[in-house]
């Protein structure tokens, strides 16, 4: 450890280092369980398929605070573009630079240093603290969090309030919390048509003027009016394909992909529904398969908003805003257990681009602000 480096981002350039890109872990969990064995956690490492997670507790009894994150990162991209290698941790002008600094191996080893500090302080303090840590966040979220979530469920070991690391600030450390997440529903749609010359329309069924009418009214549908958390539901086609690669051939089916970002105003079976109608309505023929990534959640000023606020103020002495932009998050599991959850980390703007970079000092920052949370959670 160099020493312009606090114990903080030591770890995090320990945890850069490893080279887990998703759904890969490279050995970060045990680096991180061994700091929190010493503290007298308990550790459970579970494996479900590819994917490596690590659940660790210390103490028994209610309430149960949780730290939640991932060790995954996403690819770099060409590491000719990057400055420095992306898994070769580097400070330079106060900036720690590599992939996952940000997102979020840093916050991570600010919870493993924000626990050190708060036991070292209070190392018979009331309650339960936890981690949960998967290597499956940043693709397909399916062996990661969701299936540790449902193993706590079935022991009946109840969350109370959860720290989620991801990167929320937008400008300043400490500037955004997000308090909750809107809902991803992707749907996957066909249009029939009949396909032929495109001299003889008459004797073809032409999909794509067939959509004009439900595209039209689908983009100008308005779906609800969010509410003072939410802003309302938004509708977005992301690809529309049709045509066979012939300049005189109308084609036999039209493809198109749309996505619904959805506040708590509305459910996805609700969405669904009220997609279909607009579709039968103009009399088209159509096949259509649905993903739901996620419902939305929200957390409601209350006791942890509350508690991580008046860290936040005290650390960064800066008045923090709730907010539920953005995309979706482990958290959105989490969320199902009934606890209240936030999601506070640092600046955002570098995630998943070359030169991923967060200001070392604000991985200080973030450490105390998580020890004076847990501070303001459990000994009150």
């Known amino acids: 450890m160099l020493k312009t480096e606090s114990a903080t981002v030591a770890l995090a350039s320990e945890l ?3 080279n887990s890109v998703t759904p890969d ?3 970060c969990q045990k680096i991180i ?14 494996r479900f398929e590819d994917v490596d997670n690590l659940w660790a507790r210390k103490g ?6 949780v730290f939640a994150g991932h060790t995954d990162v996403v690819p770099t991209g060409p590491i000719a573009n990057w400055d420095t290698p992306p898994f070769e941790p580097t400070i330079k002008d106060g900036y720690l ?24 302080q209070h190392p018979n303090h009331p309650g339960s603290i936890a981690l949960l840590i998967t290597s499956d966040e940043e693709a397909m979220a399916l062996n990661g969090t969701v299936k540790v979530v449902e193993l706590l469920k079935a022991r009946n070991e109840k969350i109370d309030w959860c720290i989620v690391g991801e990167p929320t600030c937008a400008k300043t450390f400490g500037d955004t919390i997000k308090n909750g997440r809107r809902g991803s529903l992707t749907g996957f749609l066909t249009i029939k048509g009949v396909q032929g010359h495109i001299a003889y329309p008459q004797l073809c069924v032409n999909p794509i003027h067939k959509f004009s009418g439900p595209l039209l009214e689908l983009c100008e549908e308005k779906w609800d009016d969010g509410d003072e958390y939410f802003q309302p539901t938004s509708f977005q086609i992301s690809n529309i394909n049709g045509g066979t690669g012939a300049d005189n051939v109308i084609p036999g089916e039209l493809k198109i992909i749309f996505n619904f970002r959805f506040s708590p105003a509305v459910t996805h079976e609700v969405l669904r529904v009220r997609v279909e109608d ?21 957390t409601r000023r209350g006791i942890l908003v509350e508690a991580i606020s008046k860290a936040i103020k005290s650390v960064a002495n800066i008045e923090t805003e709730l907010s539920t932009t953005g995309g979706t998050s482990d958290g959105r599991f989490i969320a ?14 570098t995630i998943h681009k070359v030169n991923e970079s967060v200001l070392a000092s604000d991985l200080d920052k973030l450490s105390e602000v998580y020890k004076q949370t847990m501070e303001r959670l459990l000994l009150i």
């Open 60 to 65: 028994k009894s209610a309430p149960l605070f």
């Open 278 to 298: 607009i579709l039968k309505k103009h009399k088209v023929e159509y096949e259509i398969k649905w993903h739901l990534s996620g419902n939305s959640f929200i």
């Open 33 to 46: 369980g061994k700091r929190l064995e010493t503290l007298g956690f308990h550790l459970e490492h579970l």
């Open 16 to 18: 850069i280092a490893c």
């Open 25 to 27: 872990d490279a050995g």
């Open 97 to 120: 630079y590599g992939r996952g600094a940000a997102d979020m191996k840093g916050p991570l080893a600010a919870m493993v240093t924000a626990c050190e500090k708060f036991i070292a």
């Open 336 to 349: 199902t257990t009934g606890c209240e959850i936030i999601e506070f980390g640092p600046i955002n703007a």
